[in-house]
């Protein structure tokens, strides 16, 4: 009988995202007393191949900053800022209601802006 041995692998949870704010951040204070930043990030996804029918364009996922400094980085985005983001999925319960409720969202580990887009030109009425 053969033994076949198998090398150790590193287990990892690494997410790193560029995409676009859909909202304002929020920052949320937990019936625990923590307090969370929330924002969504939407990525779009790669063309598919030709003839491969249709797909979704984009992605959005929710990201979370628990530690301080990245809540003040992440409170200072705006809708449809670029940004980039690290961090890793994790999965979160909560009883909202009495029911046991879940989601998945990406911890934030590093986050930063990348572009801030110009404000759109305001309006002129003609009298």
Known sequence: MTITTVPALEHRNEVHLIGRVSRDPTLARLPSGDLVVNVQVVVERPRPPAGRGRRQK???????????????????????????????????FWRGD???????????????????????PEEVNAD
């Open 58 to 92: 984009v992605d959005t996922l929710s990201c979370a900053a628990w530690e301080a400094g990245l809540q003040r980085t992440v409170m200072r985005w705006c809708k449809n800022d670029i940004v980039e983001v690290r961090g890793a999925l994790h999965r979160r």
């Open 98 to 120: 009495g029911v046991p409720q879940s989601r998945y969202e990406v911890e934030l580990s590093e986050a930063r802006r990348l572009y801030h887009p110009p404000p759109p």
